[in-house]
């Protein structure tokens, strides 16, 4: 079993639509980040939050703490959004990334 | 341009050579952290610098596998006597702000290098 596992793997939505992505982790954490992989490969870091929500234009993310779940939720979907999404997560002991698999979502138009 | 940049952006080698991959941090960022990306798979901690402190080689495959940072800046990343298994894309990422031992800040990734072992 993984220590981060996102779901879905893949997510398919159309334009406009409310969209949601999961996260659990099974370690203790002092902070989780969400990242956004274009086609091209670059990576751009979204949010790091370590309880709480934060927002920013369209994107929102949210942590629980005690359940060990965090979720990304897009507003108003666009295909711009299409990208994979990556959760990671840093332990409270050591310096690591530990990484999900990632979230391949294609906002059709 | 003020972001992390590295060098080269491709490389392809032929099994058994040595390769360097290079990474300039943003300005005044004192995290620098590698991890790598290999083809359909996720990503991969390898190795993280702090300031002075001794770097976390735990992700680190191998021993074929080093890393240095030099002034605490520029980072290298060597890899000896290449492996097919080593072909992936090679980030960096830096980061700021060091509280309490534990490192809080987002993470600004680079491009990325591409490796192709032959």
């Known amino acids: 079993k993984n220590e981060v596992e996102q779901s879905p793997q893949n997510l398919t939505a159309q334009e406009g639509e409310f969209i949601t992505i999961n996260c659990s982790y099974s370690v203790g954490i002092s902070a989780l980040h969400w990242l956004q992989q274009h086609p091209g490969g670059g990576i751009v870091s979204l949010f790091m939050?370590?309880?709480g929500k934060k927002k920013h234009g369209r994107l929102i993310a949210t942590i629980n703490i005690q359940e060990k779940h965090s979720s990304l939720h897009i507003t108003a979907s666009h295909p711009r959004d299409s990208a994979v999404y990556i959760c990671a997560v840093k332990e409270t002991s050591g310096s690591r990334l530990t990484f999900g698999e990632g979230t391949q979502l294609t906002v059709n138009p | 341009g003020a972001g992390v940049s590295q060098s080269p952006s491709n490389k392809v080698t032929e099994k058994g050579k040595d390769v360097e991959l290079r990474c300039d941090p943003i300005?005044?960022?004192?995290?620098l952290y590698w991890y790598r990306q290999s083809l359909g798979q996720g990503l991969e901690f390898l190795i993280y610098?702090?300031?002075?402190?001794?770097?976390?080689k735990s992700g680190l495959p191998s021993d074929r596998f080093s890393a240095e940072r030099t002034g605490g800046s520029v980072s290298t990343l060597t890899i000896q006597r290449t492996q097919q298994e080593d072909s992936a894309v090679y980030l960096c990422?830096?980061?700021?702000?060091?509280?309490?031992?534990?490192?809080?800040?987002?993470?600004?990734f680079g491009p990325g290098t591409r490796l192709t072992v032959l």
């Open positions: 939050l370590s309880s």
């Open positions: 300005s005044g960022h004192t995290a």
């Open positions: 610098f702090q300031g002075n402190s001794a770097p976390d």
């Open positions: 990422a830096s980061s700021n702000r060091w509280m309490g031992g534990v490192s809080y800040n987002e993470q600004f």
